[in-house]
């Protein structure tokens, strides 16, 4: 053994190659990037095929009958097709190319605002980032349907025993993310889908956390909506989806009004063009849509179970080496999570260990993490939370627990 410290078979320091970005240094020191969970790095595939865009096809798609514009046609719905196949969704067209997955959630909940009546009520979790929060308040304030949550418990699982009392026929729709992004607990999703149905609501989940560890099946979830972000993903940002069952996406009305969207206008009335393009107004992310594919086989190329297997070992060996040190406390101790760890120090900011840490070239992410309700029930301002990706190393998380313990010593 040349390491003193054993990894599995995984190859990460070839895997590591693949990321030019983890070569730089900062403050002089080796980046170790711990801040996952806020966006993934980009490995050399997915730059090269922004790169090949720009540099030998870049045109507007569909509308052209020149070549550029049919290669660029062509890969676009190419990677819509991966996609497809990635979440194994039944048709192509049930996956719409979006900005993102806080675009992915206020398309639908626009499209519910002409669905909800005032008696009808939508449920959320306690456990959700705000874009999964705000867009359902704002339904609510417009067409009068109460909003209702599900609480969690100290471990940061949620209380499905309460999801069942305040589950009616009255709900009409359920949101709930499929990893959470502050915690990193996973959600019982399967139960949470087929309790939901039972009362015949629908349910849309957000796996913009999920996606980097996990991959989805929307069909054998049966799952109605499920959305996604490039960036998280080793894609690139400003590019995400949402995945809706056929019929719901037919029953929805269009988000925004504009070019790609028509089927025919004339001044009198618009009739609305075919899925998936109803959705998908004026001129897309082309170029982050084929890099979102390209992203997408990368991670398929390494496998998922791989990734899951190899991530678990770092979460233990972090979660273990960070709990030496004295007055540390982690906040989400689900027994199902993934590789995020969100901490505090008795009586440090994080904010302050965060500074401190990242003179030392390590990126973690400190505050509320988009999640203020979670940070109240725990009656805290925010954690420090480092959240770890396939391409991050046992000696990274060595080098970060010196640093913490060298920041705890300083601040106390
Ligand atoms: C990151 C994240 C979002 C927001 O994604 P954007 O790409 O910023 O739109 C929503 N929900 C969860 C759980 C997230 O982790």
Same mark, same amino acid.
């Given at each position: ?15 590591? &190659?693949?990321? *030019?970005?983890? !070569?730089?240094? @900062? ?25 090949? %865009? ?28 991966? /996609? ?5 969704? #039944? ?7 979006? !900005? ?75 949101? +709930? ?15 949470? /889908? ?17 996606? *980097?560890?996990?991959? *989805?099946? @929307? ?31 037919? &029953? ?16 009198? &009335? =618009? ?22 594919? =390209? ?5 398929? =190329? ?13 979460? +233990?060996?972090?979660?273990? #080496? ?11 101790? !689900?027994? %199902?999570? =993934? ?17 401190? @840490? ?30 770890? !990706? ?23």
């Amino acid at each position: 053994m040349k390491n003193k410290i054993e990894h599995s078979k995984f190859d990460v320091e070839n895997i590591r &190659k693949d990321f *030019p970005i983890l !070569s730089r240094k @900062v403050n002089e020191k080796q980046l170790v990037y711990f801040d996952n969970a806020a966006t993934s790095q980009t490995p050399q595939v997915v730059i090269d095929a922004i790169v090949d %865009y720009y540099s030998n096809y870049n045109a507007n798609i569909h509308r052209g009958v020149h070549t550029l514009s049919q290669e660029a046609t062509d890969k676009y719905e190419t990677a819509r097709q991966k /996609i497809q196949e990635h979440f194994n969704a #039944k048709e192509r067209h049930e996956i719409i190319f979006t !900005s993102g997955t806080t675009h992915s959630i206020n398309l639908v909940a626009n499209g519910f605002a002409s669905i909800l009546k005032p008696e009808d009520e939508i449920i959320v979790s306690a456990l959700e980032h705000h874009s999964n929060i705000v867009p359902w308040q704002m339904l609510c304030e417009k067409t009068g349907a109460k909003l209702k949550v599900i609480p969690m418990n100290q471990s940061g699982e949620l209380v499905m025993a309460d999801f069942e009392s305040i589950l009616s026929n009255q709900t009409k729709l359920v949101f +709930v993310n499929h990893i959470s992004n502050a915690l990193g607990t996973i959600n019982p999703i399967e139960t949470i /889908i087929e309790m939901a149905h039972q009362v015949g609501a629908a349910v849309l989940i957000d796996g913009a956390q999920a996606c *980097p560890h996990i991959k *989805p099946d @929307v069909q054998a979830l049966n799952v109605d909506f499920y959305v996604a972000s490039a960036h998280k993903m080793c894609g690139p940002t400003g590019v995400g989806m949402l995945y809706g069952k056929e019929e719901w996406l037919n &029953k929805l009305p269009p988000y925004q009004g504009g070019g790609e969207m028509i089927a025919e206008v004339t001044f009198e &009335k =618009t009739t609305y063009a075919n899925l998936p393009h109803k959705f998908e107004a004026g001129t897309p992310n082309i170029c982050g849509g084929i890099a979102f594919g =390209t992203a997408i086989d990368y991670m398929n =190329t390494i496998g998922f179970d791989t990734i899951a297997t190899y991530e678990e070992e770092l979460l +233990v060996y972090a979660t273990h #080496k960070l709990l030496e040190i004295e007055g540390l406390k982690i906040y989400g101790t !689900s027994k %199902y999570k =993934t590789s995020v760890i969100s901490f505090n120090i008795e009586n440090i900011h994080p904010y302050d260990i965060g500074t401190i @840490v990242d003179k030392l070239g390590i990126a973690v992410r400190t505050g509320h993490h988009c999640a203020q309700p979670i940070m109240d029930f725990y009656n805290i301002p925010g954690t420090v939370r480092a959240s770890f !990706s396939f391409y991050n190393t046992k000696e990274e998380i060595d080098t970060f627990v010196n640093a913490v313990k060298r920041a705890a010593k300083m601040l106390t």
